[in-house]
């Protein structure tokens, strides 16, 4: 998934994890950044999903990045700081989630978690035509030995986002009903 799929649908991940400690969000004194539920949320940010924006990055970058960049040029410090971002995007999500669950508009989270989400997905048809090619920087720019998506790239992004949806199930439940039952 490109990257800008991949941020917006990280901050609906936080605010879906907010919604599903929501019981316990409301009960409890302190602020939600110190909350259970938020360092929860932040092991599956740090273990999961930028794991899978690095995989990307790594593995098929410029695709990763829309061919807007050249994957070649940019320094792996700023690698870095994109994955900082990432994760402070996702606990920025879970903090304003937590902040609208303590002031009771449950159904503003929802329609935020759909919003955030379905705007995450409308990149991929607006951006078909460059999802549909697979190759460097240079190639797309040049328009040669492009090929058609397909091959690893597919099985790439059918298993990590296997993993993701997973890890978000698991999360989502141990935040959710699994609390009420430990």
């Known amino acids: 998934m490109p990257l800008f799929t991949q941020l917006l649908l990280t901050i609906a991940t936080g605010l879906a994890a907010a919604l599903a400690a929501r019981a316990d969000l409301r009960v409890s004194p302190k602020p939600a950044a110190f909350s259970r539920a938020f360092v929860a949320y932040l092991l599956f940010a740090a273990l999961v999903l930028v ?4 995989y990307f ?6 695709w ?7 994957t070649g ?3 792996s410090a700023v690698a870095l700081v994109g994955c900082l971002i990432e994760l402070s995007l996702g606990a920025g999500g879970f903090l304003l989630g937590a902040s609208l669950i303590r002031t009771q ?5 929802g329609a935020s978690i759909g919003a955030t989400a ?13 999802l549909a090619v697979v190759g460097s920087y240079a190639q797309y720019q040049g328009d040669f030995g492009l090929a058609a998506y397909g091959g690893a790239l597919l099985q790439g992004t059918l298993w990590m986002s296997l993993w993701v949806a997973l890890g978000l199930g698991y999360l989502l439940y141990r935040l959710g009903p699994g609390s009420r039952r430990a």
Do not use: Q
């Open 57 to 62: 990055y790594v593995f098929h970058g410029d």
């Open 51 to 54: 794991p899978s924006s690095v």
């Open 118 to 130: 379905a705007l995450g997905l409308a990149i991929i048809p607006l951006t078909r035509e460059r």
């Open 105 to 109: 508009r449950d159904p503003w989270l």
């Open 73 to 75: 040029r940019v320094p």
């Open 64 to 70: 990763y990045l829309l061919y807007l960049v050249d």
